[in-house]
DNA sequence: TTAGATGTTACTTTATATATTACATCTAGT
DNA sequence: ACTAGATGTAATATATAAAGTAACATCTAA
């Protein structure tokens, strides 16, 4: 499968948003730092502000968290850009006339769906203040080792 | 995206060979209930083989499970299947000369294990036994409705 | 009024999962 | 040993969805 970077994208944003607020904030100079372009910025940003997480406007006005990045978790952002919201995918054409083929797909719908609580549980736990702390960390220590 | 079936069409055939033991268990009839193509099973079941969860032999031997079904969990048949094996997945081409780009791309890695983690801590509690016996359940409970 | 931004759509490009085909290889049964 | 029929494997084609691209309407602040 070809992978989908919408949730990456979507936390470089608002990441982007929330580290630059005094610099350029036009989807152009975020499309420059996520190195895609501005188009999907703005789909993704739209997506984002439908989910209240971010505040845009039309206009020369920059974008702005809706939120505190306390209070935006990965989960937050998931939902917001992954409409489907399936990790995993049930094969949809299975042979109904098997006892298989006619009734694995509403069993692995559930345990499927077992998985995805877990794993959102843990997105809910990750914040966007986490994620920018470890941003910033990274920093750090990429200056501290370059000046050795 | 196009969606992998890879997991699902694995455990379709695992769960099949494990109900139809007495029938016909060539990749052409487990091709049918899943409505794929004969290759493709082929090649899932190499790769079933090759973890260990399923015994296959060239020529007419029927394939069989390797283990009892009770001891095979859907991660171990996500492993075997999943080579990438990540749900999430990173831009990795993002600006290295920005505090955000240069940063993300390992943050987010860090997160994306953890939730990868916890999807996989539930996957190694649902096994193929449990798995076949809501098969059966659900075809039961089709049978006793068409009969009423 | 206007510059410059977002919101939105349509279309193109690209990546990749699956389908298809073909054939080498192996094994059980004769 | 021979053969039928299966798996193992690779090459190629096709389908499909993600991302790229371009164009333009719309809005807002100065």
Redesign the pocket.
Known sequence: ??????LSDAVHILAYIDIYHDSD????AIAASVE?????V??L??AL?RAGLLA??????A?RLARQPAKISLLDVYQAVEE?GNLLHVDDKTNPKCVVGGNIQETLRVAYDEVQRAAETQMAQITLASLVDDIWTREREKKANGNR
């Open positions: 499968m070809r992978y989908s970077h919408r904030l036009s989807s152009t895609s372009n501005p188009a999907l703005r789909r940003m739209v502000r845009t406007q039309q206009g020369t006005a974008p489907e």
